[in-house]
C-alpha cells in the first residue's frame, strides 16, 4: 500500500478517535486553535446555515446559485457520506488528502494540547483551507445545535435557521422552544437573521433570540417568499413563488416537497445578505435545475437513497414517495442510530410501504449501533411486513431481488455505506 496514503489514513484515524468520550460543547478551543491559525474565520465572509432537516439542501442550493454568479464559493458540511474530504469543498472541489495530512501532522501537538475535539480541528482545517485556497465566501453548516457549535466563531453576513423539529434531544432539550432556542444562538448583532417556515412555539423563540443580541433584520421566510403549486417530480421539484409582487415559476434539482420551502430559505438568505450575494428570482430560474445534493433522494437505478434520520425527514421521504410515484412493491432498507427516535421513524415508514429489511450500516459508532433484534420485535409486534438482514450489502442485495423500488434511508451512515457498494456504482 502507498506509504502516503496509509499516513492520510492514519491521521484520520487518529482524528476520528477525537469523536464520542471526547466530545464536549464550546467555543474556546475553537477560538484558540484558529488564533494559532491567524484567524482564517474573519478574512473569508461567511454565510451561516442551522437547522434540524434542510441545512445541506440550503447550503447546496446557495453554493449552486453564487457559483452561477462567478463566484468562488467554498462550503463546509457534515458528516460526510462516503469520503471526509467531502465536508471541505471550494467551488465543487474536495480538499485533496495531502492538505488533510499536512494539517493534522502540523498542529495535532496543539490540538491534543487544547484538547480539542474532531469537529474542532475540521472546523478549523475548513477555514484555514478556504482562506489560502481563496474563497470569496464561505457556507458554513452548523454541526450540532448552534449555540455552542464550533462554527459558532464567526459573525457572518447573514445566519439562517432552515427548520426546527424534535431531534438530538439529549443536548439540545426535549421541546421545540429550547432547541430553537439552541439553533437561534448562531444569530449576531446588527446581522440579518432568517428563519424558515416553523411552528408558532420555534418562532417565538427564533424571533426572542434575535431580538436579544441584536440581529437585524429578523426574517420569517414564509412572509417574504410564498412558495405555492409545489410539485415533486423525478427531475426536481417545481413550484410557483411570488416575492415583492414579483412572481415566477422555479424548478429546483432537489426532490422532495420541502425543497421549495428549503430553496425560499436560500433565496431570502441571499437576499438579506445583500450585494454581491443577492440574485434576481430570473437569476434563480436559470440556476436553480443545476442543484444536486448526494443522499436527499438520490436515485440510482431502482434505488432510493435518502439520510432521513429523525422523524420529520422520515415524513417528508414517505410524502415524496407518494408524490413522484414509483413502482411496486417498495422495499425499505432501514438503518438507525441507537439515539434516534427509531421507534417513531418507523411508525411512519414501515406502513407505507410493502416491506422494510432491518439493517445495520458497518460504519456506524458501536456505542451508536441500534439494536435490531428491538427492532425487529417492536416493528413485528405492530404488524407490519418486516424482516431483519444484519449485514448492509446482504439487505440491500435481498431487497433488490424483491423489490421493484428499494429505498435506502435512517441515517447518514445507511446512505453512505450504500454508496460506496459496487451495486449502487
Known sequence: MDSGLTSYRSALDRLFARTGSTAKFGLERTRALLALLGDPHERVPCIHVAGTNGKGSVVATID?????????????????????????VVNGEQISEDEVLEFLRRWEAESERLGATFFEITTALAFDHFAIHGA????????????LDSTNVVTPVVAGVTSIGIDHTEYLGASIAEIAREKGGIFKRDVPAVFGPVSDDAR?????????????PIIAVNYLYRPTAIRAHSAGTTFEVACRGESMTLTTGLTGIPQAENTCVALAMLDAAGEPYSITLAEARHSLPAVSLPGRFQRVGKFVLDVAHNPDGIRTLVTTLDAVGFQRPIIAVLGVLRDKDWRKMMSILCPSVDCTILTAPHSA???????????????????????????????????????????????????????????LA
Request: charged residues 15%.
Open 136 to 147: 470569496e465566501v464561505a457556507l458554513i453548516e452548523t454541526g450540532l445545535g448552534g449555540r
Open 204 to 216: 417565538q423563540a427564533l424571533v426572542a433570540a434575535a431580538t436579544a443580541i441584536g440581529a437585524r
Open 365 to 423: 459508532p458501536p456505542a451508536r449501533a441500534w439494536d435490531t433484534a428491538e427492532a425487529l420485535e417492536y416493528g413485528t409486534s405492530s404488524g407490519w411486513n418486516i424482516k431483519l438482514v444484519a449485514e448492509l450489502p446482504q439487505a440491500i442485495a435481498q431487497a433488490a431481488s424483491e423489490g421493484a423500488t428499494v429505498v435506502i434511508t435512517g441515517s447518514f451512515h445507511t446512505v453512505g455505506d450504500a454508496l460506496s457498494l459496487a451495486v
Open 64 to 88: 449552486t446559485l453564487l457559483r452561477a454568479k462567478g463566484m468562488r464559493v467554498g462550503s463546509y458540511t457534515s458528516p460526510h457520506l462516503v469520503d471526509f474530504r467531502e465536508r471541505i
